[in-house]
């Protein structure tokens, strides 16, 4: 693969990750009894990201999209909830990866991810409203966060198997990284 092949990859997946998280913004609420949860389908680019590129590559995935979003509608207070919530679950779904495929599979490292842009989410929130009693609202976002990083996970396993270019970016970056440590 070239380095403009990647490019051109890496602002693909930017791009989409952009056009869903714009889509899910227009979406009403679908949870009544949980005000602020959503489905988070643009943590589904930050999943395939995380599975066909490399680190520095992945985080540009992810830095690209919080900072488009945002210029296209967002406002400072909505950069920050999304900034926090989205780098703590993407470091977090790297450290859950880190345990490997025998342990967790790439729907339980989605579902830790949605728990844990709540915990951001909600860890900026208890700053801004200086109490942490916002934290007691976790319980809940935790399950709406569980469900929706399943149902991310499961459908970044199907893209993954069934798209051919998918397939490509992910054996490359499984044999860059195995190189990696062979060194």
């Known amino acids: 693969m070239t380095k403009s092949q990647k490019m051109i990859y890496i602002s693909l997946l930017a791009a989409?990750?952009?056009?869903?998280?714009?889509?899910?913004?227009?979406?009403?609420?679908?949870?009544?009894?949980?005000p602020g949860a959503k489905l988070g389908i643009g943590n589904l680019i930050t999943i395939i990201a995380i599975f066909t590129l490399p680190l520095k590559?992945?985080?540009?995935?992810?830095w690209m999209r919080l900072?488009?979003?945002?210029?296209?509608?967002?406002?400072?207070?909505?950069?920050?909830?999304?900034?926090?919530?989205?780098?703590?679950?993407?470091?977090?779904?790297?450290?859950?990866k880190l345990l490997?495929?025998?342990r967790v599979s790439i729907i339980g490292i989605s579902a830790a991810g949605g728990i844990l842009h709540n915990v951001g989410q909600?860890?900026?929130a208890s700053v801004i409203a200086r109490s942490w009693t916002?934290?007691?609202y976790l319980p809940v976002l935790s399950f709406m966060g569980i469900l929706a990083g399943i149902?991310?996970?499961?459908?970044?396993?199907y893209m993954m198997a069934h798209i051919n270019t998918l397939k490509l970016f992910r054996q490359t970056h499984e044999k860059e990284t195995?190189?990696?440590?062979?060194e």
């Open 16 to 34: 989409q990750a952009v056009v869903l998280s714009l889509i899910e913004r227009m979406i009403p609420f679908p949870f009544a009894f949980a």
């Open 57 to 62: 590559d992945s985080f540009t995935v992810v």
């Open 67 to 96: 900072l488009v979003t945002t210029l296209l509608g967002g406002t400072f207070s909505t950069f920050l909830y999304s900034c926090v919530g989205a780098f703590l679950s993407y470091l977090g779904m790297l450290l859950v």
């Open 100 to 102: 490997g495929p025998k």
């Open 122 to 124: 909600l860890l900026v």
């Open 134 to 136: 916002v934290l007691l």
């Open 151 to 157: 149902a991310n996970g499961i459908l970044a396993n």
């Open 178 to 182: 195995l190189c990696q440590k062979a």
